[in-house]
C-alpha cells in the first residue's frame, strides 16, 4: 500500500504565499508522476501543477507564473510554492502520484486553502 500525505494549506490574504508539500510512502518501487489537484465548492477537480519523474513540468493557464512545483526524488515528496494568491485560488488541495510499475493512482487526503480579500 501507499500513503499520500498533504501538508501547507491554511488562511492567506490576497497576494500572500503558501508551499504545500506531499509526502508518499509506503510499497513504491518508482513514482512516476506527482501532481496537484484542486476542487473548490460546485467545481469539478481540475489539476493545478504536474511534475513527471524526469523533472517536466506543466501548469494550469491560471496559475502560471506563479506557482511552481518541484519534487525530491529521495523522499518521494513533491512541493507546491504559490505566490501572488488569488481568492479564486480557494480550494481543496489534493496531491496525486502515479506509482510505477502498475501506473497506480494513489490521492491523498486534501489541505484547504482560503485566501482572503
Known amino acids: 500500500q501507499v500513503q499520500v500525505v498533504e501538508s501547507g494549506g491554511g488562511l492567506v490574504q490576497a497576494g500572500g504565499s503558501l508551499r504545500l508539500s506531499c509526502a508518499a510512502s509506503?510499497?513504491?518501487?518508482?513514482?512516476?508522476?506527482m501532481g496537484w489537484y484542486r476542487q473548490a465548492p460546485g467545481k469539478q477537480r481540475e489539476l493545478v501543477a504536474g511534475i513527471s519523474s524526469g523533472g517536466s513540468t506543466n501548469y494550469a493557464d491560471s496559475v502560471k507564473g506563479r506557482f511552481t512545483i518541484s519534487r525530491d526524488n529521495a523522499k518521494n515528496t513533491a512541493y507546491l510554492q504559490m505566490n501572488s494568491l488569488k481568492p479564486e485560488d480557494t480550494a481543496v488541495y489534493y496531491c496525486?502520484?502515479?506509482?510505477?510499475?502498475?501506473?497506480?493512482?494513489?490521492w491523498g487526503q486534501g489541505t484547504q486553502v482560503t485566501v482572503s480579500s
Open positions: 496525486k502520484v502515479v506509482v510505477a510499475p502498475w501506473m497506480r493512482d494513489y
Open positions: 509506503g510499497s513504491i518501487l518508482r513514482i512516476n508522476f
